[in-house]
Structure formats: C-alpha cells, structure tokens
C-alpha cells in the first residue's frame, strides 16, 4: 500500500512538474522571443531601468533630440517613463506605418498604456465619439459659429476682470472655465453649459483626471499596481467622476424621457444629442454609458484647448512687435465681415493662424505623436520587424526643431507660416495651416486618427485670441521680456498653471 502510494505521489509531482513546465514555457517563450526581437533594433541610451526612467523623467526632450540626429533613417528604441523600451520611429516612414490596418496599430490600446485607464477608468475606444465628431459636429461648425462667437464674448465678460488699469488674472484657470463653457454649449446645450453643477463637473474632472495621470506616471511601474490605487489623487478623480456622471446621467435619461412622452419635443442641436442619435447604431444605449462618454469629451476638448491657447498667451505677453500686426488683421476682416467673427472671418485670420501655429511648433502639448500599439509583428520597408507588444511613437518635437523642416527652426517666428502662405503654392498654402496634419505637423496626430475635433478647436481658439487681442494689452507679471518656462515631464509638456499674466483693458 505505502509503495503504491508513494508511486502515485510521485506520478503526480511528475504531472505537475510537467505541467509547471508548460506553463513556464507558454509564458516565458512569448516574452523572450520579444525581448530577442527588441533587442536587434539600436538602442539609445541605457537598458530600461529606475535611473534610466528617472533621467527620461526629466530630460525626454533632449533625449528625442539626440536619438532623433542619430537615428535619422533607422528605427530605434529607448526606454520610457513607464519602464519599457518604446519604439521611435522616423518620419520617413509615416507614410507607410498609417496604411496598416487598425488590427496592426492600435491608437486606443496606447492611450490606455498613456493615461493609465486601469486606474483612472476612463473610455478610450468609443468609435461613436470619432464618428460623431466628423460627420456631425464638423459640418455644423459654419451653423454653429455664430453661437460660439456669442459664447466667447459671454465667458470673456465673466471670467476676465474690467482691467482698467494693469490687472493680474491666472490665466490658465480662467481659461479652463471660458472653455467649459464655450464648448459646453455646443456639447450640452445653452441651458446645462452655465450650470453650476455642469461647470463643476466638467472643469474639475478635468484637472483631477490631470492630476491622477501625471500622479501615477512618478511612481516605480513594478510598483504602481500596489501604490497606484491608494493615491489620493485616484481616489479623488474616482469621486469626482462619480459626482459628474450623477449630474449628467439625469440630464441624458430626461431628454430620452421627453422624445418618448412629449409629441412636440424638439431634439437640442448639440453633441449629447447627436450622441444620442447614433447610440443604437453604436451600441450605446445606456444612460451611464452616455454620460461617461460626455466626461471623456469635455476632457479632450477642456484640456488641449486651454494648454494651447495658455501656451500661445505666454508667447504674445513676450512678444509685443507681433500684437500690432494682428490687431490689425482681426479689426480689417471683422469689419469685412459686418463687425462679427464669421466663418469667413476666420479663414482670413491667416496671420493668427500662422502665430498659433507656430506657437504649437515650439511649445507643443507634448514631446512625441502617432503613438500606436503594435498588435501584430510587421516589417518596415528598410528591413527592420517592429514586434508584437510594442509601442511606437514619432518625436514631432524633434521633428519641429530640424532645419530641414523649419530653416531656423530654433528661432520662434510667429509669421512663419504666413510668409510660406502668401509666397507659395496651394500645396504651400494647405500644408502651412493650423489644423494640417502631415510628416511634419503633428500636433493633432497623423493619419486616419488625427483628432477629428481639431477643427471646432481651432475655432474656439482663434476666437477667444482674437477677441483678447482686440481688447487687452498683455505681459508678464513681473514685467519681464522672458517667456514664462513650460514644465516637462516625461513626454509631457505644458504652460505652467500657477502663472499670471497682467491685463489692461485696450484704449479705442
């Protein structure tokens, strides 16, 4: 009996053993085989590591610049702030990575690695969102941007003092509420867009989601599934997404409540609305499901919008040789245009437009763009196999400083891109606006996921720039000719929020 169970006592370890092999083997094989590709591309810098990770922390941008000169016609891999080795690839080969296929080159699965959406829960492939944006939104910018004109010069009033004399305003705070509430109207409608809970929702989900990301990003990632989930930050955005979605879902289910019930309910002209148009054809249906998705929007929308036109405010407070000229621009079209900013208005805005522009090229929302996970293996052209796993990324910043690109492209002109307009071809003309996407302009992105939004963007901006260059003088607060320094972190770049700048209100 002892010898029959000891028999089966080590048949069984053998079966485990063996199976523990297997496991091992399944597991491990898969990591080694990636590891080995990865490891045939060249390298910059040292082997991922907590001082490699801490030095990308705080020197990307020279990190980007560097590989970039040295890696100019070759992919290359560099670990990054989440500890892994990214891939950067070149601009040469844009052209051939935005023809693969979805199923190859994943936008959604890479902004989950980017704002940590296993902590800060938020939704980042909702096709209806895209969808929406292009073939509702877009077209009705010409109908809308009257009413966003209107909004503009209502947020203005409330949010920037009278400013008689040199005034300070925080003009990053000031502007994330002119933003929520502009773009709110043509999210939510004219009653919700200066509604207090509204406001709250939208400008502190915002700046909490912010917070979380950036919160996270500090932390050891061997250690952020332990750590991550008792920062105060992700418990407070966890909250305050809860208190957003509370006031927003009885929003959504009135208005579905008064198209079944009420025979003369007219549907609002706004994004809630065409969301909830395309919600069966998308699969979203419930009401939770479609007040999450106004949170990611107002976020996207909140966030970039603010960053630029803070960035581009920085600028314009250090260079007072460039207000003239654009005063002028905007006083001539508005008075061609009955005294208003129309559509047209601001198609003939080219010279704002060039300084926004540029202001994007040197003080960028962030040091890289077309970041992509890679889902299935495949080989570039030059030979190189980019592997299963990986996330690439192109370095716009480093992109933006070749002279190749931009001749002096270490020098800020605002005008750069109005010269290039004026002189050139239509190609010279199209290539040279705010909203283009190209190889070499990748602010909004690249390829068939560039920001479908940039469009409503850009509008808002020019308007909110156009209307403050026309009624104030603006600098520093203290006076100096030294633009206000960006704060860096990893691939992240942004104005610093705790600035002020001076306001005075224009003497006509």
């Known amino acids: 009996m002892d010898v029959l169970t000891s028999s089966g006592f080590a048949h069984t370890l053998q079966t485990v053993a063996f199976a523990t092999i297997i496991f091992a083997a399944c597991v491990l094989l898969p990591k080694i085989n990636y590891r080995t590709q990865l490891a045939k591309l060249p390298a910059y810098g040292s082997p991922a590591s907590e001082k490699q990770r801490q030095a990308y922390l ?8 560097e590989g970039y000169e040295k890696f100019k016609d070759t992919v290359y891999r560099m670990a990054s702030v989440d500890g892994e080795d990214n891939i950067v690839i070149p601009p040469r080969f844009l052209p051939e990575v935005r023809r693969l296929p979805d199923s190859v080159l994943s936008f959604p699965k890479a902004i989950e690695k980017t704002m940590e959406v296993k902590y800060t829960n938020i939704l980042t492939d909702e096709p209806i969102v895209a969808h929406s944006i292009k073939a509702d939104l877009t077209p009705a910018l010409a109908r809308l941007n009257s009413v966003v004109y209107t909004e503009v010069e209502q947020a203005l009033k409330e949010e920037i003092p009278e400013c008689k004399d040199w005034t300070p305003v925080p003009i990053y ?39 979380a990301q950036r919160a996270i990003k500090k932390i050891r990632p061997l250690y952020r599934p332990y750590l991550a989930p008792r920062l105060p930050e992700i418990k407070r955005l966890l909250q305050r997404q809860k208190s957003a979605e509370a006031f927003l879902r009885p929003v959504v289910q009135a208005r579905r409540d008064a198209e079944k019930n009420d025979p003369s309910y007219q549907k609002p002209d706004d994004l809630l609305s065409w969301f909830m148009n395309r919600s069966e054809d998308f ?56 005294g ?23 003080y ?28 690439i990324e192109v370095p716009s910043h480093a992109i933006y400083q070749d002279d190749m690109n931009y001749p002096n492209g270490d020098t800020f002109d605002g005008f750069r891109h109005y010269k290039l307009r004026q002189g050139g071809t239509a190609t010279d003309h199209a290539r040279n606006q705010f909203v283009t996407t190209n190889e ?45 320094p960006n704060i860096l972190m990893g691939r992240s770049t942004s104005p610093d929020p705790r600035k002020k700048l001076l306001f005075k209100r224009v003497e006509v």
């Open 58 to 65: 705080k020197s990307a941008a020279k990190m980007y610049r």
């Open 173 to 211: 705070s000031r502007l994330v509420n002119m933003v929520a509430k502009i773009s709110g109207r043509v999210f939510v409608g004219p009653e919700l867009c200066r509604d207090d809970g509204y406001l709250d929702a939208a400008v502190n989900y915002t700046m909490d989601l912010i917070n």
């Open 440 to 484: 070499q302009n990748l602010m909004f992105g690249y390829g068939r996921h560039a920001c479908p939004g940039r469009f409503f963007a850009a509008n808002e901006i020019k308007m909110l720039l156009a209307r403050i260059l026309l009624d104030y003088d603006v600098k520093n607060e203290d006076g100096s000719m030294e633009r206000y």
């Open 283 to 338: 699969g979203v249906e419930s009401t939770e499901k479609l007040a999450k998705l106004q949170l990611g929007i107002i976020f996207a929308a909140i966030h970039t919008t603010t960053l630029t036109a803070t960035n581009i405010l920085y600028t314009m407070a250090v260079d007072p040789e460039a207000i003239e000229p654009l005063r002028e621009e905007i006083r001539t079209v508005m008075a061609e245009n009955g």
């Open 340 to 362: 208003t900013i129309t559509t047209r208005a601001l198609q003939y805005m080219v010279k704002l437009d060039s300084y926004m522009k540029e202001c994007v090229r040197f």
């Open 364 to 391: 960028p929302a962030g040091l890289t763009s077309f970041t992509r996970k890679v889902l299935k293996g495949f080989t570039l052209s030059n030979g190189q196999y980019i592997p299963k796993g990986v996330v």
